[in-house]
């Protein structure tokens, strides 16, 4: 969730031109009660999954933590992870400013088909 969740708000950070940090705090702002869940094998957050949009997230996070593990990257349990998965993934670079400042900026178009990335 968080992958897909913070995407909007990332975004805002790159358009208002925040550094690293900034774009650190503003993204931990937005962060919810359900925007990370626990999906290690010990802790595995199932929480209430009667609920069958609960269970549905659950399935579809697990999911896309399996694929993420496949190609050797980690689930984000952060919003450091986050932005890591970001530049790692190709929808974000770093880069420094004028100021010596590291920023990250984005490629709006094309943005890339994650499909392309992940192989597995």
Same mark, same amino acid.
Request: avoid cysteine; charged fraction near 35%.
């Given at each position: 969730m968080p992958n897909i969740t913070l995407l909007p708000y990332f975004s805002v950070a790159v358009a208002s031109g925040f550094n690293w940090e900034e774009t650190v705090v503003f993204m931990?702002?937005?962060?919810?009660?359900?925007?990370?869940?626990?999906?290690?094998?010990?802790?595995?957050?199932?929480? =209430?999954?009667? #609920?069958?949009? !609960?269970?549905?997230?659950y399935e579809r996070e697990a999911g896309i933590k399996r694929k993420l593990q496949a190609n050797g990257?980690?689930?984000?349990?952060?919003?450091? =992870?986050?932005? #890591?998965?970001? !530049?790692?993934?190709g929808l974000a670079f770093k880069t420094e400013d004028q100021q010596g400042q590291w920023c990250l900026d984005m490629i709006i178009r094309p943005l890339r088909n994650i499909d392309e990335v992940l192989i597995n």
């Open positions: 931990e702002r937005k962060v919810k009660q359900n925007t990370f869940i626990n999906l290690d094998e010990k802790g595995m957050d199932r929480r =209430d999954h009667q #609920d069958d949009e !609960v269970q549905t997230l990257f980690l689930y984000p349990k952060s919003i450091l =992870d986050v932005l #890591d998965l970001y !530049v790692a993934l």
